[in-house]
């Protein structure tokens, strides 16, 4: 209220000249304001510039047919080679399993907070999933290494150390929230009319739940799960710490991979001299990665417009 | 009579397979809580009897007895200050132009989808653009101020994101009024918005900062894997934080290195919760305040 005191107090300026002060002032917010909005557009451009350009820098060395369809990643050994499939291979494998293991409980959990929980319970659980979420993946790749692999060692005594399973199944947990809230918010959003035409019909809680609020809600689900998909395949202190770091083209969980995340930090641990090889593979990867989950975010957000139900 | 009995038969299959259903579902609901749970009392465990003072003061060493987070702290203290300091005003300022000057317009579209997907952004990606951005193209060095600026940008979409919600929440009639009394556009933004709206934006500033904290992987692109004995005293100087020196733990073969990971991890949590308790009580406060 200040400025609004200011006018009057200043009755002896003519009202014309404070008008144009004013004007001023606001147009040279609106552009203060205007620039902060583009920063956020400058980052993207920055990213695909940067990552575009550092990766020539690798492409003009390596075809990119090799890099598609290669099957085997040694940058750092002589022969070198650089098909980038096992990155992808163990990348999908870890985010896979992760899947594997979020969306039958993420989705459990979902429909029980939605259709069955009381708000009591709500209260209580939804925090806890708060944190499980709030939780660094630093300390994700410690559990998965120091607790979860050697119990699974137990099971399955010729697992390796570093296995693609222990992390995958961490992955899993983590994105347990991710499923379950944005799921759980889908489902909310049914009307209530819809279930009790359901439970008029004579229908139990569960056919209700099954057949009625999650077909309706259908859109949303499958966008909560690209997304928590994405989040795995971009995931990267749990590979880091308790996946591995031998690129290599295999289904076997118990073996030890690497993902494209794990290896970019590989890299950038060990200081390589700017402007080799070695170097401008991290942003080559890097791109790749870039796409693979923005076509990913993108599909989500397509999907969530093309299907959903209007009420 | 017969149908009857049929009906009834199915109707107590169903009954049970609902029953046994609905219990399924609450027993999913657990698994989180109860993972939670275990990996707390786990790290908890494997920390005693390392996390004392000696542990907090001292700089990492090759002796895991004689190892400590000291210069890993500052770090993280150094970086969260910078980046709260570049993306409270940034974050804050985007969110008013989206929701107070470009309401409806394509431009408007275009930063909000743009901000969305660089929400699902990977964090590794980030580390490479603050690595070929800053440290090199700028020529920032592998600084304190090279991460802070990093993790800035990792951190604007989800800091807009909570403040747009907050500035939305603020009633259309309180804007009305002020403009009917003759408040210009930022009059009405700065006397009448904004005082409303802060305990939101604040409450999600905060969370997006105690995310930005415990990020390892950008962190590690930007400063990679150092050993430090001193602690920062300028923007310029090298640095590390938490979530890097307990990778750096974690990643030793020995088993004692695994210890101070655990400690390490326990002090890491302890400044995410207070974060978060601290945004608890801010949005409870503010709740308070507009029932009243």
Redesign the interface.
Known sequence: MDSARTTVDVSSLSLGRLRKQSRLREAVIQRLLLACALISVFTTIGIVIILVVQAAGFFRKVSILEFFTGTQWTPLFQPQHFGVLPLVGGTLLTAGIAILVAIPIGLAAAVYLSEYAQDRVRRIVKPFLEVLAGIPTVVYGYFALTFLTPLLRNIFPDMIVFNALSAGMVMGAMIIPMVSSLSEDAMVAVPRSLRDAGYGLGATRFEVATRVVMPAAVSGIVAACILALSRAVGETMIVVIAAGSTPKLTLNPLESIQTMTAYIVQISLGETPHGTVEYYTIFAVGLLLFFMTLLMNLFSQWFVGRYREKY | MKNGSAFQRHLRI??I??YI??T???L??L???I??I??IV??FK?SLGWLDWQFITSYPSRKPQEAGLLSAMFGTLWVMALTALFSF???I??A???EE??PNSRLRR??Q??????A??????????G???FV?ALALGRSVLAGALTLT?MS??VI?IAAQEAIRSVPESYRLGAFA?G?????VVR?IVLPNAIPGILTGTI?AM??AI????PM??IS??VYLTFIPVSPMDRFTVL?IQ??NW??RPQEGF?HL??AG?IV??FV?LTM?AAAIILRNRFQKRTEE
């Open positions: 169903r009954q397979t609902g259903n609905g399924l579902f609450f999913a609901t698994t989180g809580i993972v939670l275990v990996l786990d790290v494997d005003p940034v974050g300022g985007t008013i132009y989206l000057y470009a275009l930063i989808t743009n901000i969305n997907n660089l699902g952004v990977p964090s590794i990606v980030y580390g490479l653009l690595l070929a951005l090199q940008l604007l979409p807009i009394l408040a210009t556009r930022w009059q006397n969370l105690s995310r415990g990020e390892a992987a590690i692109a990679a894997l979530p307990i990778f974690v990643s695994w990971a655990a991890i890491l949590l995410l978060n």
